[in-house]
């Protein structure tokens, strides 16, 4: 018993010297930067440092909630982020439903290998094709031109960005949003489906009463564990493809907090910003960690 307590523990220790670089870079990265959240409640002057600069309390959460531009960051964060996370349920799932009822291997391994190259792609690339695709002289508008409608700023647009924004992000994500879903129609018994044929079940009866009833516990699951990420818009994507002309609906808070703490220098006021975001989606992850473990019995430890 000692020898294998022993063994316990020796193990126990080598596993923790082997995590401990991974730790000590994660403090390093992300906790330690955490202090710079006291400029929230100060007047930070940069020439005066953390240290030096004056407590104002909650002064610039209160000059936040008066100001316009908060609101309008708040609703286009929001609407985008629903957005984003109810299509990038439905069009994986619907995708990965129909690849499976492919039978031809060779066919199906193709296409999901082309559907997956997007989202290895950074937004810096895909941002630039985006804006060359979609510009006064892109492809798109001379398809429209050919059908005599006059060109399009489609970035510059302040009614359509959102849709773009929107419809890109699932455009080059659903493929690999997919695999999720993909690996779960493989855990379905192939003998549901046998028995659902000799009663006269069709294709479209399989799929509706056997194979969405399957990966319903995963689409749940999915979709729960999403909602920790409602206030995350997707910075990088949005800084790659907005403009001026359309701050109005397609600023969102990490792109604003960005443009006016670092271009405006206004620190104390950005950081309150995302202070306040990150205890909101705090709250959210944790919120919907409990649902996804009372409901789908999922848990991280």
């Known amino acids: ?112 290998t082309v559907v997956y190259l997007p989202h290895f792609i950074s937004w810096v690339v895909m941002g630039g094709i985006l804006l060359d695709v979609f510009g006064l002289y892109g492809p798109i508008n001379g398809i429209l031109s050919n059908f005599g ?53 069709g294709r479209w009866k399989r799929m509706w009463h056997i194979t969405l009833p399957g990966i319903k516990p995963v689409i749940v699951l999915m979709t729960i564990l999403a909602l920790g990420n409602i206030l995350n818009a997707g910075f990088d994507q949005i800084y790659n493809l907005y403009n001026q002309a359309v701050y109005s609906t397609g600023d969102i808070i990490d792109t604003w907090v960005y443009r006016v703490g670092l271009n405006d220098m206004q620190f104390s006021l950005a950081t309150a910003v995302g202070l306040l975001k990150s205890v909101v989606g705090f709250l959210m992850i944790s919120g919907s960690y409990l649902i996804a473990y009372k409901k789908a019995n999922y848990r991280i430890f």
């Open 149 to 201: 409608f006059e060109p399009i700023a489609f970035f510059r647009s302040s009614k359509l960005f959102r849709q773009l924004v929107i419809g890109t992000d699932v455009w080059k994500e659903f493929g690999f949003n997919a695999v999720v879903y993909l690996a779960a129609l493989t855990g379905i018994s192939p003998e549901l489906y046998e028995a659902a044929s000799i009663d006269g079940a």
């Open 1 to 112: 018993m000692k020898k294998s307590r022993n063994r316990t523990k020796s193990r126990t220790v080598s596993y923790w010297i082997m995590v401990l670089p991974a730790l000590v870079w994660m403090v390093a990265i992300n906790i330690v930067p955490m202090f710079g959240i006291v400029m929230a409640f100060q007047d930070f002057n940069p020439g005066k440092g953390i240290f030096g600069s004056e407590f104002v309390g909650l002064e610039n959460f209160e000059y936040m909630m008066q100001m316009k531009d908060v609101s309008q960051i708040f609703t286009n964060t929001i609407v985008i982020a629903v957005g984003k996370l109810i299509l990038n349920v439905l069009v994986p799932v619907c995708f990965a439903l129909l690849l499976n009822e492919i039978k031809n291997v060779v066919f199906k391994r193709c296409v999901q």
